[in-house]
């Protein structure tokens, strides 16, 4: 599964604690996308998380749950992503909450479904960015350099920037993606219609569509085939236990 994640142009990211209806949620998981992520960054439960998990398996594409909540956390999806904020201005936000949480259970953690992210987050006024009491106004620059660390030094697999609720800055985001080395960078934020799809793909490795489902999903659904245009076959194209941050 942490293989194929190497594939995936497209992603769409449902927030449990949004209601979400069946026929809509049939839409996503029929729709050509190459995985499911779930997760939000408030009101998500055990209790919520299982049911969209619950639902969400009647179709056969890739699962995954971004952590935010240790009290969250459900067995049973492909793979767990932790979000590690590189940007926030405090340290709980980037190992604080995982080192308390290994403490606590690392004896039941199953590493090697574990996928860290390393994220940037870039719009001031989303919760994210409140929670994590984010240094949001990053130039290409400073972006660039935090993304370096990530990848070089911390050895991440994944990079996030991520603008929540609005259509970010391209330039800074294809910058970051220029300077990556072994890092994938996803892209997160107003991406709601084909246009953005497709400028947020060309300069970045995966898309993550959230939003849109919610207030326009046509215009959702049509962000999967402006990225992956003919490969769509009417399906998936493929077949914990710590953490903080979220988006």
């Known amino acids: 599964m942490k293989q194929s ?25 029929m729709s050509g996308s190459d995985a499911v992520m779930v997760g939000g960054s408030s009101g998500v439960t055990y209790e919520n998380t299982v049911d969209l998990l619950s639902r969400i398996r009647r179709f056969e594409i890739p699962c995954v749950l971004e952590v935010s909540d240790l009290e969250a956390v459900v067995p049973g999806f492909d793979l767990y992503m932790i979000p590690m904020v590189l940007n926030t201005s405090r340290s709980d936000w980037l190992v604080g909450q995982h080192a308390r949480a290994v403490e606590q259970y690392g004896y039941m ?3 090697e ?6 994220y940037l987050v870039l719009n001031p006024d989303s919760t994210v960015a409140r929670v994590t009491e984010a240094t ?20 991440m697999p994944i990079i996030y920037v991520e603008y929540s609720g609005t259509f970010g800055d391209m330039e800074l985001v294809a910058d970051v993606r220029r300077c990556l080395e072994g890092a994938r960078l996803f892209y997160g934020g107003g991406i709601h219609d084909a246009e953005t ?7 970045s490795d995966t898309i993550v569509v959230g939003n849109a489902i919610y207030s326009d999903l046509q215009g959702a659904l049509s962000t999967v085939r402006a990225v ?20």
């Open 228 to 247: 992956k245009g003919n490969s769509i076959t009417g399906g998936s194209s493929n077949g914990s236990f710590y953490g903080s941050g979220s988006r």
């Open 5 to 29: 994640l190497q594939s995936w142009r497209h992603v769409f990211k449902l927030d449990p604690d949004r209601p979400l209806e069946d026929e809509v949620l049939e839409a996503i998981c």
């Open 109 to 111: 953690i199953p590493w």
């Open 113 to 118: 479904l574990l996928v860290p992210e390393g």
């Open 136 to 155: 949001t106004g990053l130039d290409a620059a400073a972006a660039a350099a935090y993304a370096q660390v990530a990848d070089k030094l911390l050895q």
């Open 197 to 203: 799809a497709r400028r947020a793909a060309a300069v």
